[in-house]
């Protein structure tokens, strides 16, 4: 395997794809044990701010990651010190998990693009269906203008809806993998 260049920051994207069930104890990992997102409860929205977004640096980019999530079990618990009583949420059975992979899918033009200039990241885009998690990547970089991101080198399984002032300009898609199907979405970054 050819050496991938690694002067770049990573950028991890989460979230449902539009119109997706609700998930619960998301987990997202990578293959050296990284805890890269979580969330207690994960809903689907339409819009360009769906889910969570961090930014890493020096980390490379993961061989491969795991996504899961987990039953929602819901309870009460008394705190005794003030006598009240709170909803409280915990997880049970497993209900999903998929491993999906990152490094080897990602051309080594677009990684070297990532690399020629400071400030460019690659950026993940996981999206999760009921029955699969999908994976679309692009080049994150600043403007030149001031303010903003500037996205290009897109790739993957999933490429995000354009949204601007809260309207969509170009739909987005994404690729159903049992039926190798594009399917369009609202979905956005």
């Known amino acids: 395997m050819a050496s991938r260049p690694a002067e770049f920051g990573v950028v991890v994207s989460s979230g449902l794809m539009q119109g997706e069930d609700t998930k619960y104890g998301v987990e997202i990992k990578s293959n050296s044990g990284r805890h890269l997102a979580g969330f ?19 980390i490379g980019l993961p061989e491969w990651v795991e996504v899961s999530w987990r039953e929602p079990i819901y309870g009460k618990k008394f705190i005794p010190s003030t006598g009240n009583t709170i909803d409280v949420l915990d997880f049970g059975r497993e209900l999903g998990r998929f491993r999906v992979e990152v490094a080897s899918r990602i051309p080594v033009d677009v990684l070297k693009y990532a690399s020629a200039e400071r400030g460019r990241a690659i950026k993940l ?28 080198h897109f790739g993957g399984d999933f490429k995000p809806a354009n949204w601007v002032q809260g309207a969509v300009t170009e739909k987005g898609w994404y690729v159903n993998r049992k039926t190798g199907q594009r399917v369009d979405t609202d979905t956005g970054h």
């Open 40 to 58: 207690a409860s994960l809903r689907s929205r339409i819009g360009p701010g769906v889910g969570q977004t961090s930014g890493y640096g020096g």
């Open 125 to 152: 885009m996981f999206r999760l269906l009921d029955d699969d998690v999908v994976l679309g990547w692009c080049v994150q970089e600043p403007s030149k203008l001031g303010g903003g991101w500037l996205f290009s």
